[in-house]
């Protein structure tokens, strides 16, 4: 079974920086197609910040392009979202997916979610 862990959160003032990593786990028998990164602030729905893709392929929120980016590290299976410029409206918690197909039967895809990472910026 995919696993899924964010680390990285804390509370950082507006114009600051973080780093969130997600790293998986239970792979073995799994190709990781996709990996996404996902934010929910209080009282509001999940939204998508952006993605990395199998190829390297990466796909952003088009209000956070330029001060967000998805990075990855194979050997350690981990994605990261180095997030800069940091807003109070970016306050939420953040969530990574995975998108996974078991090795033998890679037509089913199935999606995993990592259990999220509060991020808080003061003004």
């Known amino acids: 079974q995919v696993q899924l862990v964010e680390s990285g959160g804390g509370l950082v003032q507006a114009g600051g920086s973080l780093r969130l990593s997600c790293t998986a786990s239970?792979?073995?028998?799994?190709?990781?197609?996709?990996i996404g990164w996902y934010r929910q602030a209080p009282g509001k729905q999940r939204e998508l910040v952006g993605s990395i893709s199998i190829s390297g392929r990466t796909n952003y929120a088009d209000s956070l392009k330029g001060r967000f980016t998805i990075s990855r590290d194979n050997g350690k299976n981990t994605v990261y979202l180095q997030m800069n410029s940091l807003k109070p409206e970016d306050t939420a918690v953040y969530y990574c997916?995975?998108?996974?197909?078991?090795?033998?039967?890679?037509?089913?895809?199935?999606?995993?979610w990592g259990q999220g990472t509060q991020v808080t910026v003061s003004s």
């Open positions: 997916n995975a998108e996974a197909s078991r090795l033998g039967n890679l037509g089913i895809n199935s999606v995993y």
């Open positions: 239970g792979i073995t028998s799994f190709r990781l197609n996709a």
